[in-house]
């Protein structure tokens, strides 16, 4: 499907705050409510629009650290307490993004669920201890 700048400046918008109702982005778009609603429709069946989600500060519902592992492993499996699996090229085959309530969480959930997976060789843990910048939406 080719996007238009209109569906393009529509999906900024929805980028921004999903909640934003049709009548408003008609309004900033200068177009229908009706036509909006089409488009946005056209854009969710088409896939590009896959969901809608709720940003949840993790410290506030008890995840107050967070750490990226780098792993050098022959196979996968689930794992609980990982949020994001990404395979990547260099030294590492998958990096994982966790969460856990603490320090001592995280250590349980390294050596006690990680360190064990089959074909497990090394990790390299790296702590984060603030983040300057999460932004989800992509440049359209």
């Given at each position: 499907m080719q996007l238009?700048?209109?569906d393009?400046?529509?999906l900024r918008i929805l980028q921004s705050d999903a909640r934003t109702p049709f009548s408003e982005i008609a309004r900033e778009i200068e177009m229908s409510s009706a036509t909006v609603h089409d488009r946005v429709g056209r854009l969710e069946d088409e896939g590009i629009i896959e969901?809608?989600?709720t940003s949840v500060d993790a410290r506030a519902v008890?995840?107050?650290t967070s750490a990226v592992?780098?792993?050098?492993i022959e196979r996968l499996r689930e794992i609980d307490g990982v949020q994001e699996i990404h395979l990547t090229t260099g030294e590492w085959d998958v990096v994982l993004r966790v969460y856990a309530e603490d320090t001592d969480h995280l250590r349980e959930l390294m050596f006690?669920?990680?360190a064990r997976i089959d074909g497990f060789s090394r990790s390299q843990t790296m702590v984060i201890l603030g983040s300057e910048l999460e932004d989800r939406s992509l440049p359209i």
């Open positions: 238009d700048e209109t393009r400046s529509i969901g809608y989600h008890g995840f107050g592992v780098g792993l050098r006690d669920n990680i």
